[in-house]
């Protein structure tokens, strides 16, 4: 029942823009974080951006500026607005969660399947 959905990924020029988003689903208590990493080819994989609970985020100095990071935590999902994307851009996106499903559970890591995003002219 746990897992996460992504979509919005896609093929897109150079300076234009993309927005991801990720869906949580089965038995969740709190959400401890929620955010994305990316995974480029031959690379390793490495975090973009995460919401913390409270409201604090935390983004990758190479997205700084472009990248916006938004939870709705009614609907329990999670948003990345990329803009002014590059080709360094390009990658699979990992949707990432840390939540906890009970009162009696430590905390439960999940991972997306992932979506591609390709930065082309």
């Known amino acids: 029942q746990e897992q996460l959905v992504e979509s919005g990924g896609g093929l897109v020029q150079p300076g234009e823009s993309l927005e991801l988003s990720c869906a949580a689903s089965g038995d969740i208590f709190s959400i401890v974080s929620m955010g994305w990493y990316r995974q480029g080819a031959g690379q390793q994989r490495e975090m973009v951006a995460v919401a913390m609970s409270g409201g604090s985020t935390k983004i990758a100095g190479s997205v700084k500026g472009r990248f916006t990071i938004k939870r709705d935590y009614a609907q329990k999902t999670v948003t990345l607005q990329m803009n002014n994307l590059v080709s360094e851009d390009t990658g699979v996106y990992y949707c990432?969660?840390?939540?906890?499903?009970?009162?009696?559970?430590?905390?439960?890591?999940?991972w997306g399947q992932g979506t591609l995003v390709t930065v082309s002219s």
């Open positions: 990432h969660e840390d939540r906890v499903t009970s009162l009696t559970d430590r905390n439960l890591t999940l």
